[in-house]
């Protein structure tokens, strides 16, 4: 670049932003009148001196992108950031938080994105973007780390003056000046990142899930947040590591292949091609988050861009209709930075005469696009994708997605499966599930091992009675065991493991077939949220949860003796196995008809399933008609349900 030729840079801008302006804008985009922005005066200042080259280019990266960029702007978002930033300053549980943003939004039904979006170029001012670019440059020439960030990595991960579509906002300064005593540590990157999740984020944002979209929020917010979002937490984490020169982006899977919801987290750069993940401002250290779980599949990630990707849809196909995911044009596939990627070639059974295909995973609920690919002939070919995983290939025109062929299972070295239900050839199913057991839900029900139950004569267990040990951890289900002993007692309890904060999720004594109903107990002194009223509650959701590990137990006191013949009890759980009274029915996928039923069953006490007549080869899914959202795809054969 030419420091002496500001005209040119000037022509380049001009012709940028008159190009995106005269475009047909989106409907989700409202116009304005008068920029804030004066390009040509910033870029000016900084052509004078050769020793602003540095701050030339990050200007004129900035300008050159700046183009489609969009914020969340006007009364309905700020009066929804007074909302979070009040929200978390009382000592409420996280259910109650929850409960008073779904409140919030049903009386605040008009934030809507199209309502609330508009243009950057329309908001930011020469002022802030100036101050963005001076400290922003510092932090790259003072930081003895930055010998490790290109300046194509500083431009697109330390430069940018927001994250994502929040409200922006001065913030480096304030992160600079505490960070500058950093700045001549002899420290990598992984060190000094380190370092700040350490000593900065001393107190830990708590990952909560909202169960309906919460637009993106301005750096002033998410300081304030007890409980946020993976979003938000990776948010925070980034503005901070970009004051101090670290490069950090935002990747994220738009939707798990295995289970419901997508998910963001923060990457530290180390390269163009090389990254490591962390769970934002909610991590103790860079790493160890992603693979941390057995159950880790992915079928793609992206990491936001600051500046446009030419390989985005909307670069190459930009008059083909395209689902509403694909047309972000700052989006980069990085889905081989974290796992090994398979080519694939998926035959179809129609076109339509599209040009193009997607490939979609399933959420729980319905197919979900995360990946497109060219058709040539019959068939479409899709880059970089995870394996492991059940895809279905589809076309998308009028708005809606269509089926393409049968869904497809893609094996570790890219071998295809397709399931074709084989309606000829019929077999029994017996379930017990229809959702699958995930690696945090054995930890859980592993902390109930060596847990026992016992009674006593006296209200302080001073010579108490084992009755019945936990071996090993107990199925998510309810489980039951017969009470040998005719020993009557006033006094009886479950008692957790020392190594436990003594999760249970029911705990039921039966004489006679009938429930007894006593007085409960508990350690005595205990402030808790989950307390012990939920392990008597008939709801198998509410749980019992000391507040530290050890002395956890909960039990039913009488005023009589009385004999307990059998007592059941269910651990914490998701409630997603199979309920007695529950009404459930099983579908398979037929490429014509969708989801097709089998049929319907109401669950016993037995907690299992069985279905006649269900085709092989076929993909399933178990619904709950009585209740329940959680519903995951599986094949089954030899017995054996397969969770996809």
Known sequence: MKIDSPQIIIAILAAVLLIASCNNASDAIQNSSRRKINAQAIVDSYSENPIDSLKLKSATFLLTNLSGKISYHGPEYDSLVRFMANLFLGPDSTSSLIKSLDKYFQSHYLIQDSDMLIRDEDLISSDLLRENIEYAVRSYREAKWSKDVSFNTFCEFILPYKTDRESFESFRPLFFNKFKPLFGADLNLKEVANFILKNYFTKKMDIVTYPFYVPELPLSTLKKLREGSCRESSSLAVYAMRSAGIPVAIDFTPQWPHRGMGHSWAALILSDDSCIDFEGASSTEIGNHLKALKSFRMAKAFRHMYSKQVETLPFKYPDEETPDFFHNMYLKDVTNQYIKTVN???????????????????????????????????????????????YLPALFSNHSLTPAGYPVIVDSVGNQTKLIPDKQHLQILRLKRKYPVFDWWNTRTLAMNKGYFEASQDSNFRHPKIIFQIRDAPEMTYQSFEVKDKLKAKYWRYVAPDSSSGDIAELELYNNGRLLKGTVMRPALRSLKNPPANAFDGNPLTYYQGDSLGNNWVGLSFPERVQVQKIRFLPRNDDNFIKENEIYELFYWDLNYGWVSVGSKTGTESQELIFEGAPINALYVLKNNTKGVEERIFTYSNDTQTWW
């Open 344 to 390: 694939l070639k998926i035959d179809l059974d129609t076109n339509f005469g599209r040009k193009l295909s997607y490939l979609c995973v399933f959420d729980n609920q319905n197919w979900v696009p995360i990946a497109w690919g060219q058709i040539a002939g019959k068939a479409a070919t899709f880059s970089n994708m995870g394996a492991n995983i059940v």
